[in-house]
């Protein structure tokens, strides 16, 4: 949609979202604006945790297709699946032998979901109540838990935690942690993090490829799929991946090349581990990660893959329109 003023609706032969906008307003004014019968596609991208009507059968309903990456839903020819697409190749620097890796680090920008999420403008953008104003149908779960699943507080915590150790294992790279805001009523927060804290920068896997592990937690947790670059980033920069986030991750990659956070009791427990990992360990877990990205099921989270489906929808979208036509 972000297209719309380069080439105007009304001569578009498929109208593409990539998740909802933020009214259903927009969505309306769009089919005004487009040709009658032009195809509509809808491609989830985000969370529920941040966008949780992209999930409502009402809404879906509107679209004539949906691209979505999950999995476990009922596939029919209009409903058609694909991976969060990655560069597996995208690294073009030297590997840091390991004794001169530092332990961990952390490549986020703080956030706040739900509640006490930072106010945007407008009604819709008012924490949690917002997007029940949006005209999109809504969860009736998202009225008492409008960010469930979310991990930005996970990430915020494990920070906490490992200021609190005298290994410093933790280096962080990212905006806005240099002052924790915890909420959207007024800017004030705890106080910046004792961590090593650098802003985010464009050089992410070159700067990965200097720590042992990368903290590798998704933006949501749940069972809806949701497989994103935080734990390939890791792989193709050469370091382990510390994940947590789907639940089923162990059914797509390996369990032996990550260290799964939901085998440890506490973030202090895992922090313990990390720090005190032996080489032979680690090297296990970069071996197997390896191996990996160079295995077919690698190649479904590829660019390559994720254009020729693409290409697939969008071919298939205005072929079916024509004949209807």
């Not at 509107?62 to 979505?68: A, E, G, N, P, R």
């Not at 927060?189 to 700067?207: A, E, N």
């Not at 994720?306 to 079916?320: D, P, Q, R, S, W």
Request: net charge neutral.
């Amino acid at each position: 949609m972000d297209s719309w003023d380069m080439m105007p609706l009304d001569q578009a032969d498929c109208v593409w979202f990539m998740d909802l906008p933020d009214t259903r307003m927009e969505y309306e004014d769009a089919r005004r604006r487009a040709r009658p019968g032009t195809p509509f596609v809808l491609q989830v991208m985000e969370t529920p945790a941040g966008r949780s009507q992209n999930f409502e059968p009402k809404n879906q309903a509107l679209f004539d297709y949906i691209v979505t990456y999950q999995q476990q839903v009922r596939h029919t020819d209009h409903c058609i699946p694909y991976r969060l697409p990655h560069s597996l190749g995208g690294f073009h620097g030297e590997h840091v032998p390991l004794e001169q890796r530092k332990c961990l680090v952390m490549v986020n920008s703080n956030r706040v979901e739900g509640w006490f999420a930072p106010r945007q403008p407008g009604l819709v953008g008012l924490p949690g109540l917002g997007r029940h104003l949006a005209g999109w149908h809504m969860p009736l779960w998202s009225w008492a838990c409008p960010a469930r699943g979310e991990l930005y507080s996970w990430r915020r915590s494990f920070a906490r935690e490992a200021e609190k150790t005298s290994q410093q294992a933790l280096d962080i790279i990212g905006y806005n942690w240099g002052c924790e805001r915890v909420s959207w009523l007024a800017p004030y927060g705890r106080g910046p993090y004792k961590c090593r804290v650098s802003d985010g920068t464009d050089k992410k896997l070159q700067i990965i490829s200097d720590y042992r592990f990368t903290i590798s937690v998704e933006n949501y947790r749940g069972r809806h799929d949701y497989i994103s670059e935080k734990i390939f980033d890791p792989l193709v920069a050469g370091s382990v991946p510390v994940y947590l986030g789907d639940e089923n991750i162990t059914r797509v990659v390996p369990k032996n090349m990550i260290v799964d956070v939901r085998d440890f009791n506490s973030q202090r427990e895992l922090l313990r581990y990390l720090a005190g990992c032996s080489k032979s360990e680690w090297q296990g877990y970069y071996d197997a990660g390896q191996a990996f990205l160079k295995s077919d099921v690698a190649r479904e989270f590829s660019t390559d893959t994720f254009v020729h489906k693409m290409n697939g929808v969008l071919l298939k979208a205005i072929t079916e329109n024509c004949d209807s036509n």
